[in-house]
């Protein structure tokens, strides 16, 4: 994984989009910064938080990707696999479906992914300080250099979806406390169902995490 490192950077999704555009994709490609000023959340929100948080995306082919992976929660797939990153250094995070890191009930990051033709994107923030009372922060002190070169390690392991699944369904009972937006409305996930592909049927609707 190559990575590009930043200062600071409005969101470091569209730098990496517009780099891939002037430069073309060659190899899986990670830019990194200490400061994002305009990061893009979910449903269009910004995801903006203090000097010393860790903001970083990656693009990758889609032939880099496991075979048995719903294209449609990637997000689920590579949130995951950093939660247990984190996790085995002593962290108590858990994955909220589809894509919040949270520590005990208050969200600490997120996950976004994109496709574009045959590039999938995915970027990810977390909050390694303190950024408003509305946000939580990790709950261990950990190096940024040590969270990538750990977390690029297993992606390029190319670990297959059911494996990731079979954890992430047990820790989906976590969520069931919590609610979700569809359509524009918070649905709660108590009698949500999970399904194999990481969607989940709620109020007759199969809803995939759509970021």
Same mark, same amino acid.
């Given at each position: ?92 995070? =858990? ?5 919040? !890191?949270? &520590?005990?009930?208050? +969200?600490?990051?997120?996950?976004? $992914? @994109? ?45 297959? =979806? ?5 954890? !992430?369904? &047990?820790?989906?009972? +976590?969520?069931?406390?919590?609610? $979700? @937006? ?30």
């Amino acid at each position: 994984m190559e990575i590009i490192r930043l200062n600071e950077v409005d969101s470091t999704q569209i730098f990496l989009k517009n780099y891939i555009l002037e430069f073309g994709y060659k190899t899986p490609i990670c830019v990194v910064t200490d400061l994002q000023k305009a990061g893009i959340g979910s449903r269009g929100n910004s995801w903006i938080g203090n000097k010393g948080n860790l903001f970083f995306s990656f693009v990758l082919s889609k032939d880099l990707l496991p075979k048995d992976l719903p294209i449609q929660s990637a997000s689920i797939y590579f949130t995951y696999i950093l939660k247990n990153i984190l996790q085995k250094n002593g962290s108590n995070v =858990w994955i909220k479906w589809p894509n919040d !890191f949270y &520590i005990g009930n208050v +969200k600490i990051g997120g996950t976004i $992914t @994109t496709l574009s033709k045959d590039l999938l994107y995915c970027g990810i923030g977390i909050n390694l300080v303190e950024v408003s009372e509305n946000y939580g922060v990790l709950d261990i002190k950990i190096d940024q250099d040590f969270i990538l070169f750990e977390y690029f390690k297993e992606v390029e392991k190319i670990i297959s =979806w059911k494996q990731i699944f079979s954890l !992430f369904k &047990i820790e989906f009972q +976590k969520s069931r406390n919590y609610k $979700t @937006t569809v359509d524009g409305q918070k649905i709660s996930l108590e009698n949500a169902i999970l399904n194999d592909d990481g969607s989940i049927h709620i109020e007759n609707k199969k809803v995939f995490s759509l970021r």
